[in-house]
């Protein structure tokens, strides 16, 4: 439907649920801790029928912990240093993990931050919620910034091997700008919290 603008509604959503005879079929090929893998035959717009491949994710959440009002001079945020073998390396990182069947986006958001950080927040908002690579997956990560934070004990799984460092607001933007921060949820939390919430 076109409103008075000209624009047609339907191209306005970030993701236009898919009526029944678009996925003809699906198989399952793989099932995995994280994620499933499937191959569905698919109807596109144009009529033309294909097989498709996609990676089946529950979604996950990301949260940015800011240990200081940030809506002040300059506030610190926490972050992860976080081995991740697909980059071959250490990577700076917001922590963040897969939902748990049944469990919240906020739910998972202060879950994720205890058991990685140790910290526990008196203050959790959502910022935004964004598909991170729609090409192949069905992932959507919610995005959370947590305030008035309590430091404690991590209590991260056997395969996680992290550190967490903390720097000021401005630092942060200037890894995301010089190429030091390339973690895409981690940019993301980073830049849609400077730009929308924080004094920086």
Known sequence: MVNATGIDNRTRSPAIPMSDDVRLHSERIWTGRIFNFDVDRIRYPNGREADFAIVRHPGASAVIPYLSDPAGDDPQILLLRQYRYATGGYLYEVPAGRLDEGESPLECARRELREETGCTAGGVEELCAMYMTPGYTDEKIHFFI???????????????????????????????????????????????SAGFLAGA
């Open 146 to 192: 947590a305030t008035d934070i309590t430091r404690g004990e991590a209590e991260r799984e056997e395969d996680e091997f992290a550190e967490t460092v903390v720097f000021t607001l401005s630092r942060a933007l200037a890894m995301v700008q010089q190429g030091e921060i390339v973690d895409a949820k981690t940019a993301i939390s980073i830049l849609f």
